[in-house]
């Protein structure tokens, strides 16, 4: 599968994600960010260019779901993804426990870019409560953790299937 069906699949999954813990738990849906999510997670595996382009995209179809001001997550989303590839191309993260704290920091960073440009761009006062932003971080390095560590091992067993295929594949050596 191309990455960009993967990608335009995981930001399918991610607004059915957000629509649906908007109208199921609309109190409990600030604390779980799955477009956030999405772009930390195509900055761990592109280039930084291409995690600008996809945290773009990500942020941006959040601000058409939200009905906020366009462009204040595609910014901050968009920034997010931009440094997490940055930061994953001079660090090696590979330990749960550091993609975790990756996930949480890019967290804390969407939410003060975005209540940076809200006050600033927006002159909005209107801020998140530091209860539901301290649980979207947590949320966010959970989630995050737990999608690394399965798709680690989704790789692992396809890896090893086409191994088994491949030898069992395998014609008989000539004499």
Same mark, same amino acid.
């Given at each position: ?90 660090? @090696?993260?590979?330990? !749960? =426990?550091?993609? #975790?704290? +990756? %996930?949480? *920091?890019?967290?804390? &960073?969407?939410? $003060? ?23 979207? @971080?947590?949320?966010? !390095? =959970?989630?995050? #953790?737990? +999608? %690394?560590? *399965?798709?680690?091992? &989704?790789?692992? $067993? ?18």
């Amino acid at each position: 599968m191309t990455s960009f069906l993967r990608f335009a699949l995981a930001l399918v999954g991610a607004a059915a994600l957000h629509v649906a813990t908007h109208w199921a738990m609309p109190s409990v849906a600030s604390w779980i960010g799955p477009f956030l999510i999405l772009s930390a997670s195509v900055g761990l595996r592109a280039t930084p260019a291409m995690a600008a382009l996809g945290g773009s995209v990500a942020g941006l179809a959040h601000d058409a779901l939200t009905g906020g001001p366009f462009g204040l997550f595609g910014f901050a989303d968009t920034a997010v993804a931009y440094l997490v590839a940055r930061v994953e191309q001079r660090v @090696v993260v590979q330990q !749960a =426990l550091q993609v #975790a704290l +990756l %996930f949480a *920091l890019a967290a804390a &960073l969407e939410g $003060a870019l975005v209540a940076l440009v809200q006050f600033a761009v927006v002159a909005s006062d209107q801020l998140p409560s530091p209860v539901a932003s301290a649980a979207r @971080v947590a949320t966010t !390095a =959970l989630a995050g #953790a737990a +999608l %690394f560590t *399965l798709g680690g091992r &989704l790789r692992a $067993a396809e890896s090893e299937r086409r191994e088994r295929r491949r030898r069992r594949l395998r014609l008989p050596e000539q004499r």
